[in-house]
């Protein structure tokens, strides 16, 4: 398995990066295209990098924010048969803010209509090939994680807590071990780790990559974080986009060389 970073919020010394998260997967024959960033930027790179958009088998939205689901549209234009799955409750109704100063965070409005033929829910964990699974959240009271971001989906004309129902894990199988793709983990890196290891009894989970959302997180937080993650025992840990540098050299001190940095143009192998 092999995975190229396309877009992420640290540029290369020859490619640009933006607020967003774009990473394009090899496995066996397949590839894999996980979030398209917040803007066309991820083809752009992808076409720089020699990474072929419309050979993608299948493509994967993380979570039904504009960072990692603005570019849909130009993957749809690139690539005319892969599927594009996406979680249980995806929908163009996120928010972000406080009081009555929110604003749109989400996929654009009408992508999931004007490409519905090409949509799929995943409405529990589901192996689309042999090897590659989606997962949803199991972990309860997620809407608390919501209320703390200030995060909130306008669902039926009323204001809710997002409880990142519309999060999803897309998770591996190597010989190395499992290894998990969850690009802002907002139920919380280490909640991630516990349910894909629930969901794979007996599997060693290997790997664990995508943002944290820690860029706004107290050093308290950044420090529980980082023992709980070094508790599940996972080995390679990788980060970047929304975690955030001072948080990232906060991780580093407990998770040592376990922890790597994401950015643009990085490769990883498996």
């Given at each position: 398995?092999?995975?190229?970073?396309?877009?992420?919020?640290?540029?290369?010394?020859?490619?640009?990066?933006?607020?967003?998260?774009?990473?394009?997967?090899?496995?066996?024959?397949?590839?894999?295209?996980?979030?398209?960033?917040?803007?066309?930027?991820?083809?752009?790179?992808?076409?720089?990098?020699?990474?072929?958009?419309?050979?993608?088998?299948?493509?994967?939205?993380s979570h039904a924010h504009?960072?990692?689901?603005?570019?849909?549209?130009?993957?749809?234009?690139?690539?005319?048969?892969?599927?594009?799955?996406?979680?249980?409750?995806?929908?163009?109704?996120?928010?972000?803010?406080?009081?009555?100063?929110?604003?749109?965070?989400?996929?654009?409005?009408?992508?999931?209509?004007?490409?519905?033929?090409?949509?799929?829910?995943?409405?529990?964990?589901?192996?689309?090939?042999?090897?590659?699974?989606?997962?949803?959240?199991?972990?309860?009271?997620?809407?608390?994680?919501?209320?703390?971001?200030?995060?909130?989906?306008?669902?039926?004309?009323?204001?809710?807590?997002?409880?990142?129902?519309?999060?999803?894990?897309?998770?591996?199988?190597?010989?190395?071990?499992?290894?998990?793709?969850?690009?802002?983990?907002?139920?919380?890196?280490?909640?991630?780790?516990?349910?894909?290891?629930?969901?794979?009894?007996?599997?060693?989970?290997?790997?664990?990559?995508?943002?944290?959302?820690?860029?706004?997180?107290?050093?308290?937080?950044?420090?529980?974080?980082?023992?709980?993650?070094?508790?599940?025992?996972?080995?390679?840990?990788?980060?970047?986009?929304?975690?955030?540098?001072?948080?990232?050299?906060?991780?580093?001190?407990?998770?040592?060389?376990?922890l790597h940095p994401l950015?643009?143009?990085?490769?990883?192998?498996?």
């Amino acid at each position: 398995m092999r995975a190229t970073v396309v877009v992420d919020n640290r540029k290369s010394d020859a490619l640009p990066g933006e607020w967003g998260l774009c990473i394009y997967i090899e496995y066996g024959e397949r590839k894999l295209l996980l979030d398209t960033g917040a803007s066309e930027l991820f083809a752009e790179n992808a076409e720089k990098l020699g990474l072929d958009l419309s050979a993608v088998d299948a493509a994967v939205l993380s979570h039904a924010h504009y960072d990692h689901g603005n570019g849909m549209e130009a993957f749809f234009r690139r690539n005319d048969h892969a599927p594009f799955y996406v979680g249980p409750t995806c929908a163009a109704d996120c928010y972000a803010g406080r009081w009555l100063f929110r604003r749109y965070i989400g996929i654009p409005p009408t992508v999931l209509s004007d490409y519905s033929r090409r949509i799929r829910y995943v409405l529990e964990k589901t192996e689309i090939f042999p090897g590659v699974t989606l997962l949803p959240h199991s972990t309860p009271g997620l809407q608390q994680a919501g209320r703390r971001e200030h995060m909130f989906r306008r669902v039926g004309g009323r204001w809710q807590p997002d409880d990142f129902s519309h999060e999803q894990s897309l998770v591996l199988e190597t010989e190395e071990g499992l290894v998990i793709f969850n690009s802002c983990s907002h139920a919380g890196a280490d909640n991630i780790v516990n349910e894909v290891a629930a969901a794979f009894p007996g599997k060693t989970v290997r790997a664990m990559i995508g943002g944290f959302h820690l860029y706004n997180k107290s050093e308290a937080e950044v420090k529980t974080l980082a023992q709980k993650l070094e508790a599940t025992g996972v080995a390679y840990i990788c980060t970047g986009h929304c975690t955030g540098p001072e948080a990232y050299e906060l991780l580093a001190r407990t998770l040592g060389q376990r922890l790597h940095p994401l950015q643009v143009g990085l490769t990883m192998e498996f």
